[in-house]
């Protein structure tokens, strides 16, 4: 573990306190699930973020030209025929 030093208000540092005696946890304990817990909160897209990428895929896909499937298939016919005889590096040849 790494030693960090904080700088805290005094009603932050009464909070620490109390929640540490509380639950029986050193307080550096606390600090780390706190810090834990907002991080696995701030890994969820805001509503706001969430509309932005679903319009921003939207928009993507719009611009996906058509093919026909005749096409897409014979391309990953030979993508996987590739896949099974191996790949080399150009430099190693």
């Given amino acids: 573990m790494v030693k960090v ?3 805290l208000d005094d009603a932050t540092v ?7 005696a509380r639950a029986r ?5 606390v600090v780390r699930e706190a810090v834990a817990h907002y991080a696995a909160r701030e890994r969820k897209m805001t509503s706001e973020e969430r509309e932005r990428w679903l319009r921003t895929f939207d928009e993507l896909i ?8 005749e096409d897409v298939e014979r391309e990953l016919k030979e ?8 790949w080399v590096r150009p430099w190693d040849q």
Avoid: D, I, Y
Wanted: without cysteine; glycine residues 4%; hydrophobic residues 25%.
């Fill in 5 to 7: 030093t904080f700088t």
């Fill in 14 to 20: 009464r909070t620490l306190r109390k929640v540490a």
């Fill in 25 to 29: 946890k050193p307080q550096s304990l």
């Fill in 62 to 69: 719009a611009k996906v030209p058509p093919r026909p499937r």
């Fill in 79 to 86: 993508v996987r025929r590739s896949r099974r005889t191996g």
